[in-house]
């Protein structure tokens, strides 16, 4: 399984609207009537990063990040800055505790 931020050529610091927008681009160019499996890579990619819950999930479950409580601080504090988390809380937030 390849990285889905390669396959769709955007940097992993891409907003939802740049990704939005080259995978639109992407779609385009590579119809599933000419290229199928090419397209289903590009939309499988979209759909595991297409918005913030979708990269989270993706860079804590996919990638080993949230292997480590490094990892877990790490995420949770890139979606939630600027706040302050109890272990119990950031277990929730990183979604390894039910809410």
């Keep these: 399984m390849s990285d889905p931020y390669e396959t769709l050529g955007v940097p992993i610091d891409a907003t939802d609207d740049v990704l939005r927008k080259r995978y639109l681009e992407l779609i385009r160019e590579f119809t599933p009537e000419h290229h199928p499996e090419r397209f289903a ?59």
């Design 41 to 99: 890579a590009i939309r499988a990619a979209y759909e595991k990063i297409k918005d913030v819950d979708a990269r989270t999930k993706y860079r804590l479950f996919e990638t080993g990040a949230g292997d480590t409580i490094e990892g877990l601080i790490e995420e949770v504090t890139c979606r939630t800055p600027r706040r302050r988390f109890g272990l119990n809380s950031l277990l929730t937030a990183a979604g390894k505790l039910p809410r």
